[in-house]
């Protein structure tokens, strides 16, 4: 299926390593064109020769730390100059702590929240202007099952992806008729580096191994194991492809199952 990527320029943040890596890798496999961020100007740099060596696309790799407004602006910026425009962006950051409600003090708070919603709001901002401009753009925001189904021991990703998830929905109705949609992708257990790593924090406060507290993750999935990120990513390119036109407003699993509700 061609999915009408070629020559498209796509914005992924948080693109080092994990599901914002693969949706990078794929988007750049189907002939786009990237802009790639994450906070540590090394490992994004690598990412960023790896995905050009395997495919050959243009990148233009940055640092950026998406909490901040101003890091924001100056990679969608460095980005225009480069490209001359942005028709994709993906939006993405690391997952806030895990704890329980008392754990966490307003400062945490307020730190989650300019991590995992302002980031995509202000990345959003950044964008839509030239997309409304040119009558074509796609907004695709990484979120979690925990958007729709709470996760027990994360009450700030609970709270904060589905804030993403009504920021999302409301806006893909006001820029529809200038042909921009706007979806969310809720990746389940899926075997990243974050995924592992909350495994073996979650593991050594219970005594056990990882790989004993991943088996448990495990037996709650339908398939019996955790997804894959190239998996994700084939969902994400299909989202922000040509094709997706007529697919807007929506937040879709990649779960294995693991969400038990009917919608």
């Known amino acids: 299926m061609d999915l009408g990527l070629k020559g498209r320029v796509a914005l992924v943040a948080a693109a ?51 909490s901040q407004t101003d890091n924001i ?3 969608v910026q460095s980005g225009l100059e480069r490209f001359g425009r942005i028709d994709i962006l993906v939006t993405n950051a690391g997952g806030p702590p895990a704890g329980k409600f008392e754990s966490f003090d307003q400062n945490q708070w307020e730190a989650a929240t300019r991590l995992t919603l302002f980031s995509a709001i202000e990345l959003a901002r950044q964008v839509l202007p030239g997309m409304k401009e040119r009558r074509w753009g796609r907004i695709l ?70 790989a004993e507290f991943i088996a448990r993750w495990e037996k709650e999935i339908p398939m019996r194991r955790l997804g894959d990120p190239r998996e994700f990513a084939a969902l994400a390119a299909f989202l922000v492809s040509e094709r997706a036109g007529y697919i807007t407003g929506t937040s879709i699993p990649v779960d294995g199952g693991w969400i038990r509700g009917l919608m």
Do not use: H, W
Request: aromatic residues 2%.
């Open 73 to 75: 602006a100056r990679l």
């Open 141 to 210: 925001n990484i979120t979690s099952i925990a958007a729709k189904q709470p996760v027990d021991n994360l009450i700030l990703s609970n709270s904060l992806r589905a804030a993403v998830t009504g920021f999302a929905r409301t806006l893909a109705n006001e820029v529809a008729t200038f042909g921009i949609t706007v979806n969310n992708i809720m990746p389940g257990y899926t075997r990243t580096e974050r995924v592992e790593e909350l495994a073996g924090m979650m593991a050594e406060r219970e005594k056990i191994t990882p």
């Open 16 to 66: 080092s390593r994990g599901l914002g890596r693969a949706v990078a890798e794929e988007l750049a496999a189907e002939g786009a064109a990237l802009v790639l961020c994450s906070r540590n100007a090394a490992t994004i740099s690598q990412a960023a020769r790896e995905i050009a060596e395997a495919t050959g696309a243009g990148i233009l790799a940055l640092p950026c730390d998406v």
